[in-house]
């Protein structure tokens, strides 16, 4: 089952030239999304990836420090909840449960949501995002990711912390209650459970699983860092999602989305666009093989230590170019042409719900 393939009209005269082959179509109805990042203006950043697709991405995922302060989540909602969903998708919600950076959050904070010390703030989360969902009369709706990547060790409630496992299912159903109690349910909310493909500290993902009363989906974070990085290798969507995908299909029937995802062009010696272009359409292939049902890229470009050229819209280099409004844009054809698939679901600003609710509850 699909979403509506209508095209909004551009205010700009998008042209693109392409060097790159085109993807092949997946088979079978596929979510797509992306994080947008970059910088200036988030709803010019929106507008443009849109304006390359030629019709808004079914999902857009931003990120947010949730035990921050009250007023972050009220500007959360207003400058990019909101913004996201006028556009024509539906949020991905990635909630740190983080009182500021990493490292300036207590390295026992999952205990901490466990026993309550932030329930005040996650009740402003809940009633807020239940308000959200019918602000402008319709029912809106939102996929909520909180504590992703648990089985790393880089994040204050991962595998290296101070919190035990049996604190991060605690903390998690602490937060899904509050959430439940507020009127929330999974009519508006998808709750996304996401470790990393990639097993670092020493933790076992399963360890960290909340029961699946408390799971709608089980998303896998994945990068190919290629040659990038002095410890790492250019690796297929298969070397790194495949055996996690196989322990998490054992572990539950949820069905599974890539939230985040990316490659780098590095191979080799060098910067090679045209070897990204063959892992993407691998990745599409790689999730229409395996039952995948969503897949959200990362599109931003990151220098330095553990980053390099994710995007395919907009960063330093790609096989192809697209001009909006006489700028012209670094590209990736081979995604574009796979996300224009008739298969692909598409947003939809003219849609109320955005979604079916099959399709957001990834029956597809």
């Known amino acids: 089952m699909t979403g509506s393939t209508t095209t909004p009209e551009s205010t700009s005269t998008p042209t693109t030239t392409s060097t790159a082959d085109a993807?092949?179509?997946?088979?079978?109805?596929?979510?797509?999304?992306?994080?947008?990042?970059?910088?200036?203006?988030?709803?010019?950043?929106?507008?443009?990836?849109?304006?390359?697709?030629?019709?808004?991405?079914?999902?857009?995922?931003?990120?947010?420090?949730?035990?921050?302060?009250?007023?972050?989540?009220?500007?959360?909602?207003?400058?990019?909840?909101?913004?996201?969903?006028e556009a024509g998708s539906v949020p991905v919600v990635t909630w740190l449960p983080s009182t500021g950076t990493t490292t300036e959050t207590a390295d026992d904070i999952a205990r901490e949501v466990a026993d309550g010390d932030h329930d005040a703030l996650i009740e402003r989360w809940a009633t807020r995002l239940r308000d959200w969902t019918i602000d402008d009369g319709t029912q809106?709706?939102?996929?909520?990711?909180?504590?992703?990547?648990?089985?790393?060790?880089w994040f204050p409630w991962s595998a290296d912390s101070s919190s035990t496992t049996n604190d991060y299912i605690e903390m998690w159903r602490r937060i899904h209650t509050i959430f439940t109690e507020s009127g929330l349910d999974e009519t508006t909310t998808q709750w996304m459970w996401s470790p990393n493909a990639d097993e670092i500290g020493?933790?076992?993902?399963?360890?960290?699983?909340?029961?699946?009363?408390?799971?709608?989906?089980?998303?896998l974070d994945g990068f190919n860092f290629g040659d990038s990085q002095s410890y790492s290798e250019w690796r297929t969507p298969e070397e790194i999602f495949g055996s996690m995908l196989e322990r998490m299909r054992e572990l539950t029937a949820k069905p599974v989305a890539l939230p985040e995802v990316a490659s780098s062009s590095f191979r080799g010696d060098d910067y090679t666009p045209s070897a990204k272009a063959r892992w993407v359409r691998r990745l599409f292939s790689f999730a229409d093989d395996n039952d995948v049902r969503m897949v959200n890229w990362f599109n931003t470009e990151k220098s330095g230590v553990d980053e390099s050229d994710w995007a395919v819209f907009g960063g330093e280099r790609g096989t192809d170019t697209h001009e909006i409004d006489g700028e012209s844009y670094a590209t990736y054809n081979a995604y574009r042409a796979t996300v224009n698939s008739p298969s692909v679901i598409?947003?939809?600003?003219?849609?109320?719900?955005?979604?079916?609710?099959?399709?957001f509850s990834g029956d597809l």
């Open 346 to 359: 598409r947003g939809d600003a003219d849609t109320a719900a955005r979604l079916t609710d099959r399709e």
């Open 23 to 85: 993807a092949s179509a997946p088979s079978d109805p596929l979510l797509t999304g992306a994080y947008i990042g970059g910088s200036g203006s988030y709803a010019s950043n929106l507008e443009l990836f849109e304006s390359w697709l030629g019709h808004p991405p079914a999902l857009t995922m931003e990120f947010v420090e949730g035990l921050r302060s009250r007023d972050v989540v009220s500007r959360f909602l207003a400058n990019r909840m909101t913004p996201i969903w």
């Open 140 to 153: 809106r709706r939102f996929y909520f990711r909180p504590g992703h990547e648990m089985n790393g060790n």
């Open 202 to 219: 020493g933790v076992r993902a399963e360890a960290y699983y909340p029961g699946d009363d408390y799971v709608d989906w089980v998303g």
